[in-house]
């Protein structure tokens, strides 16, 4: 365990960025802390605690539905905005996170910003369009989700820039939304694989779809040839298989966390059907 | 404004209140929060995988429960720590700790510190839970002696207990 020399706990987001600042490097930020307390990276000697920054609420605006970067698990599960949202997928996938006390330390922030392969949220929030609100060297921007996971931002941030903020366009609302996992155990953490899948359905036919996958793959993954084989159609289980092989082949290499990567090719197919045809 | 706490020869002063009382803590550089209330004695709180998975190390955080041994004992500093101790004791044991021994969930009790402050935080929010809302709080609480039913049947009857004592 790292000698952590100085603990602040700044009373916002951008004061949180200024004590990373100031602390050249040296300093980390905390929210739940259930991972960066035992894998405190090489030469950290001070820690920003966001407990203070007032980061933990559920609000729903006309144009989006914003989640504090502090918000934990257990809130999310307790919010009745959650529960409903684009059929209850964030509700479904915080609930199974781990256990009780990891869900009422664990934060949604924490889960992006330090997106082991296992969490949840980088694929659901992928499949919901989310944004994530920023700040660095003292200004706030919002970018899409999936540059956390595929540019450098994501290395940024808890270094130097402070995840604020998740936001979910309000047109996902009324979507149907599927959230599902494979684990060796209904309550294991260690998840072979997720599917995360949003979609626009009227009269019958797929207007919008958007499937993620987690757990497989070093980052996560949309799969946006597997969505273009269903936008606009009506999702037959034919058409659904189709997207599973398409969705699959595209997903690249598997990693071996948890299962063999030859396994998970294998189920991969089975998985991203059945949630098309879920959320259809 | 920011609060800052610097260490002095690798010691945090810091303050929280334990089982009810305010106290002053010299908490270590990279101490965890678990580290520290053994050392000070309250050893009803267990070190079993510190790494949290067993859910061994519970204590209540502002009533919730969490990982002593996932956290920084700093991290404690301005807030409400309950430890096992703090719930009651052979003398004047708590109507969760009487359910449990009353329904034979103790086994070799090493877990259950951990299962009674979680029964507590279900049952100061939810005093009539289903079995199926046990589970879910129990989740996190892994025993190795027994399955889990004798201990779904004692968040039962500590339930009813505490109702019959509300209602005295």
Request: proline share 4%; aromatic share 4%.
């Given at each position: 365990m790292n000698k952590i020399n100085t603990y602040i706990r700044p009373e916002s987001a951008k004061a949180a960025a200024a004590a990373l600042a100031d602390?050249?490097?040296?300093a980390?930020?905390?929210?739940?802390?259930?991972?960066?307390?035992?894998?405190?990276?090489?030469?950290v000697t001070a820690v920003v605690d966001l407990r203070?920054?007032?980061?933990?609420?559920?609000?729903k605006e006309a144009a989006c539905l914003k989640i504090g970067a502090g918000t934990t698990f257990s809130e999310m599960v307790a919010s009745p905005v959650i529960k409903k949202w684009a059929g209850g997928m964030m509700h479904k996938a915080a609930l199974r996170v781990s256990s009780n006390m990891i869900r009422n330390m664990a934060t949604v922030g924490g889960s992006i910003v330090r997106p082991y392969p296992f969490n949840h949220f980088p694929a659901v929030l992928y499949a919901l369009d989310a944004k994530a609100v920023i700040v660095l060297k003292g200004k706030t921007s919002k970018v899409a989700i999936a540059?956390?996971?595929?540019?450098?931002?994501g290395s940024e941030l808890g270094r130097t820039a402070v995840l604020s903020e998740i936001q979910i366009p309000a047109g996902t609302e009324k979507w149907n939304g599927v959230f599902d996992r494979v684990a060796k155990t209904e309550s294991s953490w260690e998840n072979i694989m997720i599917c995360a899948a949003a979609a626009e359905i009227k009269g019958g036919v797929c207007k919008n779809i958007r499937l993620a996958l987690g757990s497989a793959l070093p980052k996560p993954v949309r799969l946006l040839k597997a969505e273009k084989s269903l936008s606009g159609k009506k999702i037959t289980d034919i058409l659904a298989s189709q997207a599973g092989d398409i969705g699959a082949g595209e997903a690249g290499s598997f990693n071996s966390v948890s299962a063999p990567s030859e396994y998970k090719r294998q189920i991969a197919p089975a998985v991203i059907k059945r949630c098309v045809l879920a959320v259809s | 404004m920011t609060k800052a706490i610097e260490s002095k020869n690798d010691i945090f002063e810091i303050e929280f209140t334990l089982n009810g009382a305010k106290k002053a803590f010299r908490?270590?550089?990279g101490e965890t929060l678990l580290e520290l209330l053994r050392r000070e004695g309250y050893r009803g709180t267990k070190r079993g995988c510190d790494t949290g998975d067993c859910g061994s190390c519970t204590v209540l955080i502002d009533g919730r429960s969490m990982l002593?041994?996932?956290?920084?004992?700093v991290q404690a500093d301005g807030r409400s720590v309950t430890t096992i101790e703090g719930i009651g004791g052979p003398a004047d044991p708590h109507p969760i700790q009487q359910a449990f021994v009353e329904s034979g969930a103790v086994q070799c009790g090493f877990c259950i510190p951990g299962m009674i402050l979680v029964t507590k935080e279900l049952l100061d929010s939810n005093p009539e839970p289903t079995d199926a809302e046990i589970r879910q709080a129990l989740?996190?609480?892994?025993?190795?002696?027994?399955g889990y039913v004798k201990q779904v049947e004692a968040v039962k009857n500590a339930a009813k207990k505490m109702s019959q004592k509300a209602k005295r």
């Open positions: 602390c050249k490097g040296k980390v930020l905390l929210a739940g802390g259930i991972q960066i307390v035992k894998t405190m990276p090489p030469g203070d920054a007032r980061l933990s609420y559920i609000k540059e956390i996971f595929e540019k450098e931002l | 908490a270590g550089a002593s041994c996932m956290m920084l004992a989740d996190g609480n892994l025993c190795r002696c027994t």
